[in-house]
């Protein structure tokens, strides 16, 4: 399932980069503007004062490392509160952080105009907070790649403020300014300071740590988040926190009678008109402006990923009652038996749609003989193989099973996430992206191979097709050739070098027909270009080459009537209604029909007992109203379904549907 609707965030962000946003988030020059006021309220013991806020941070950053590897979702906050206590306590939590990464650059946007129009007066206030606010949306709807590099170079020049202000304070040190040493205890430890002093102030300086919670709303974006992050984390803790206790020490040594600012708000610029003159207020003037943008463009990314994780309007609306979920999945099991389906297969879809996953509710029903529909459970793939035992440990009956794991290598073609070998057609600098590191897909694949787990990749691009094929063979390679049934899902545009390897590793082609109507032929085709366009939904060669087919409806993406599909793969035609899209791929009703009853139970170790009518297999029959092999194959998709059984029982007969109407 998920093929074109269900929106999904790319995995293109390294350590790197996540630690560069949390520090852009942080904005450590805030030491310098904070710097009067925060010396003053510790009285002449900022840099201890930093370094208990570090420790304290630290088992604050420990925390978040913790529920980041439980739960590497965008929401941050908002996700550990709803998983961990209360989704209504979750959503609490979700509104009040989102306001903090809303109101963040209104307040930057603001203190930015003040500090322009002071610069220019003949310019309007509102006109540069206008340009501030155009700027930083248009950085974060580039996407996060964008945004990322933005922050990175202007957390650059913070970095470049802070050695500009530690190198002029050695120089006036060294000549005798100031304390007069590079060495001195005094912003540690000052005979008329006491602990309560620090400590009042240690609430505010924690805040200046900020940071590190950010980057747990990029977890969906992150190259192996529940490593990277919770790294990120520490990082970003550790970084700041020696930016803060060093920064703090020299500004000190250089000026150490705090008491004697003009204005402690303004003490940094006195400072640094003391020891670097005009170029160094005006550097950190020009670089502060600069700095409110990169803090504005990383909580305008926190927010939009907050409201992506909580999803408010989806996420209310797929709240439902246990006994709502009982009468909507009863009405699913009337509809799947009035179309003559008597199996499916629950494939794991993405993070976000979790909430509506209810594996208990369905055993609730195969508890009671209520389950009309076989159901097969694809729980994520996901290198929590614990989890996975457990739960193909407990649902392994016959009509409610764990027949596999689950897992997305790739997105689509006409949003050009789907991964290419080569760059799209229409757009030469990408070629799309994995949703995980090859490394870490491939070590899925082998670890739950071994534990006798058959696999199923949502692969649409050649890229990822290849991917999958070369994980698979991988896990041969290193586990040993075992009767496995792997599974590619879609498998739309393939290298015609791969078409071969499905037969050679025995891997089934799982295919929906009718996804070559869905999305519109000349948009298709402008993505992939002519060369790629010849091996679209390659069907026909597939078979021809020995591989195994097995159709599906990728419900809900595509309605469930199994006929359309089985029309599809017979016509082929496209989404003009009336044009065949490569007759070569076609294939006779007699196959298609094979790969949608035979294939499909091969797929699931089942063709001994399930889909095919013969003597000691299971009572599962659709009747239709005709013969589908006599009359025109157009009326195919509108064929009735006139009886289902299930296990020998009936559980949909049409005549009896309409004597009840």
């Not at 409110?292 to 439902?320: K, P």
């Not at 508890?367 to 035992?389: F, S, V």
């Not at 009336?578 to 009703?589: A, F, G, R, S, Y």
């Amino acid at each position: 399932m998920n093929h074109a609707n269900s929106p999904t965030l790319k995995r293109s962000l390294s350590l790197k980069y996540v630690v560069f946003f949390g520090l852009a988030f942080m904005a450590p020059t805030t030491l310098f503007s904070t710097y009067g006021v925060a010396v003053h309220g510790t009285n002449g013991m900022l840099s201890t004062a930093y370094i208990i806020a570090l420790i304290v941070m630290f088992f604050t950053a420990y925390s978040y490392a913790q529920l980041v590897k439980a739960f590497p979702n965008a929401g941050a906050a908002y996700t550990f509160t709803q998983k961990s206590l209360s989704p209504h306590i979750g959503f609490l939590v979700g509104w009040t952080i989102l306001l903090d990464y809303v109101f963040s650059p209104m307040i930057s946007a603001l203190l930015l105009g003040i500090a322009m129009n002071a610069y220019f007066p003949s310019i309007p206030m509102f006109i540069w907070i206008i340009l501030f606010i155009i700027t930083i949306t248009i950085v974060n709807i580039l996407g996060i790649t964008v945004a990322a590099k933005f922050n990175t170079a202007i957390l650059f020049l913070q970095f470049g403020t802070f050695a500009l202000f530690i190198a002029f304070s050695i120089k006036g040190l060294l000549n005798g300014h100031g304390a007069g040493t590079l060495f001195s205890i005094l912003p540690f430890m000052d005979s008329n300071s006491n602990m309560p002093d620090i400590m009042s102030m240690i609430p505010v300086l924690c805040f200046s740590f900020l940071g590190f919670d950010a980057v747990t709303t990029l977890s969906e974006e992150t190259k192996n988040p529940r490593k990277s992050i919770p790294r990120a984390i520490y990082l970003i803790t550790i970084i700041g926190g020696v930016l803060y206790i060093f920064g703090s020490y020299f500004l000190q040594l250089i000026w150490p009678d705090f008491q004697s600012f003009k204005n402690p708000e303004s003490a940094y610029m006195e400072i640094a008109l003391y020891i670097g003159g005009n170029f160094l207020t005006s550097y950190i003037l020009a670089e502060g402006i600069m700095a409110s943008f990169s803090s504005a463009v990383a909580s305008g990314t926190s927010a939009s990923r907050i409201l992506y994780a909580m999803g408010a309007v989806i996420r209310h609306a797929y709240d439902f009652t246990k006994e709502q979920k009982r009468e909507f999945f009863k009405n699913f099991l009337t509809h799947a038996a009035s179309l003559g389906v008597t199996a499916v297969h629950d494939l794991f879809a993405t993070e976000s749609m979790e909430i509506l996953n209810d594996y208990d509710l369905f055993k609730e029903f195969d508890d009671r003989g209520e389950l009309t529909t076989r159901i097969h459970l694809w729980p994520a793939l996901n290198g929590n193989l614990d989890h996975a035992k457990q739960l193909r440990e407990k649902y392994q009956s016959d009509k409610l099973r764990v027949s596999g794991l689950k897992q997305f290598i790739d997105g689509v073609i006409t949003a050009r996430t789907a991964y290419l070998l080569e760059p799209y057609a229409d757009l030469k600098e990408s070629r799309g992206e994995t949703s995980f590191p090859p490394e870490t897909i491939k070590k899925w694949v082998m670890d739950a191979d071994k534990e006798g787990f058959s696999i199923r990749f949502h692969a649409i691009g050649d890229g990822a097709i290849r991917l999958a094929l070369d994980a698979y063979e991988e896990a041969q390679k290193v586990n040993g050739k075992r009767d496995s049934r792997h599974s590619i899902e879609h498998v739309e545009v393939i290298h015609p070098n791969d078409i071969p390897r499905f037969k050679e590793l025995s891997v089934t082609a799982s295919m929906q027909p009718d996804h070559l109507a869905m999305s519109e032929r000349g948009v298709y085709t402008d993505r992939i270009g002519p060369e790629r366009e010849k091996y679209v939904f390659s069907i026909h060669t597939l078979k021809k080459s020995g591989a195994k087919l097995a159709f599906g409806t990728d419900f809900p993406i595509d309605i469930l009537n199994p006929l359309l599909q089985i029309y599809r793969a017979v016509t082929r035609i496209d989404s003009s209604g009336k044009t065949v899209w490569h007759p070569h791929e076609q294939i006779t009703l007699a196959e298609a029909l094979k790969a949608y009853t035979s294939g499909s139970a091969y797929g699931t170790f089942r063709e001994q007992e399930l889909g095919t009518l013969e003597v000691g297999k299971l009572a599962d029959i659709a009747v239709l109203e005709r013969n589908l092999f006599e009359g025109p194959v157009e009326e195919i998709p509108n064929t009735k379904v006139l009886l289902t059984i299930i296990d020998g029982k009936v559980v949909f007969d049409r005549k009896s549907q309409l004597i009840e109407k």
